[in-house]
């Protein structure tokens, strides 16, 4: 998703990765195993914090986490960049403009409640 969201083609990827585009189709498919080396790389490359692979990771949360290095200081923690903010990102074009304004008016009436 983040590749997508960055214009980012599996050719483009994997020219900066060094390796081919065959080898991105199987990652993504999860046909191919990747190296921790190589998700380094691949984090790096998409701008990314490497613990962002990981956020949906049984004992991803916080209590059942060893403590994980701190992000890169360049790296801003951007709610779009998250799977589900990607994925809404993805869906929002294909609702009504009205749907959109009621589903902008949720989500502030949620953010002031939290507040």
Same mark, same amino acid.
């Given at each position: 998703?983040r590749?997508?969201?960055?214009? %980012?083609?599996?050719?483009?990827?994997?020219?900066? %990765?060094g @390796?081919t585009f065959?080898q @991105?189709? #199987?990652?993504?498919?999860?046909?191919?195993?990747?190296?921790?080396?190589k998700l380094?790389e691949?984090?790096? $490359?998409l701008?990314?914090?490497?613990?962002?692979?990981f956020?949906?990771a049984?004992?991803g949360?916080?209590?059942?986490?060893a403590?994980?290095?701190e992000?890169?200081?360049?790296?801003?923690?951007d709610?779009i960049? $998250?799977r589900?903010?990607?994925e809404?990102?993805? %869906?929002?074009p #294909?609702?009504?403009?009205?749907?959109?304004?009621?589903? %902008?008016e949720l989500i502030?009436?949620?953010a002031?409640?939290?507040?």
């Amino acid at each position: 998703m983040r590749r997508k969201s960055l214009g %980012l083609s599996q050719e483009k990827l994997a020219d900066a %990765l060094g @390796i081919t585009f065959q080898q @991105i189709q #199987k990652y993504e498919r999860g046909t191919n195993r990747v190296s921790a080396s190589k998700l380094y790389e691949v984090a790096r $490359t998409l701008q990314l914090p490497v613990q962002w692979f990981f956020e949906d990771a049984p004992g991803g949360d916080a209590a059942g986490q060893a403590e994980v290095a701190e992000a890169p200081s360049s790296f801003v923690h951007d709610p779009i960049a $998250t799977r589900e903010g990607m994925e809404i990102a993805q %869906l929002l074009p #294909k609702m009504s403009p009205g749907v959109r304004r009621r589903l %902008l008016e949720l989500i502030r009436a949620l953010a002031k409640a939290n507040a």
